[in-house]
Nanobody, 115 residues
Framework: QVQLVESGGGLVQAGGSLTLSCVVPKGITGVTDMGWYRRAPGKSREFVSRITAADYTTYIDAVKGRFTISRDSTKNTVYLRMNSLKPEDTALYYC?????????WGQGTQVTVSS
């Protein structure tokens, strides 16, 4: 099964920044949007941000003004730039790609923000 590959997670102090990357294999076509989700310890997975093929972006309120999603079509990559990180941003971050008939997920990259 085709899987996405995320990278860029790590340990950072509160107020710091990280950029997550997700490479979409070339075998995945018909992409309608790409997004990021996260699962904090003891919580359910939640939506964080998405970007459509037309570059329309959406964010949850908790990250608005701090996170920026973008994509590079030439590299088949979607990014999540995370600034002003807070301890409550600590989670396993997943990339998701939606096509006209299938969703693809990565295995996640861990982000830990220390206070």
């Amino acid at each position: 099964q085709v899987q996405l590959v995320e990278s860029g997670g790590g340990l950072v102090q509160a107020g710091g920044s990280l950029t997550l990357s997700c490479v979409v294999p070339k075998g995945i076509t018909g992409v309608t949007d790409m997004g990021w989700y996260r699962r904090a310890p003891g919580k359910s997975r939640e939506f964080v941000s998405r970007i459509t093929a037309a570059d329309y972006t959406t964010y949850i309120d908790a990250v608005k003004g701090r996170f920026t999603i973008s994509r590079d079509s030439t590299k088949n990559t979607v990014y999540l730039r995370m600034n002003s990180l807070k301890p409550e941003d600590t989670a396993l971050y997943y990339c998701k790609v939606t096509t006209w008939n299938t969703d693809y997920w990565g295995q996640g990259t861990q982000v830990t923000v220390s206070s």
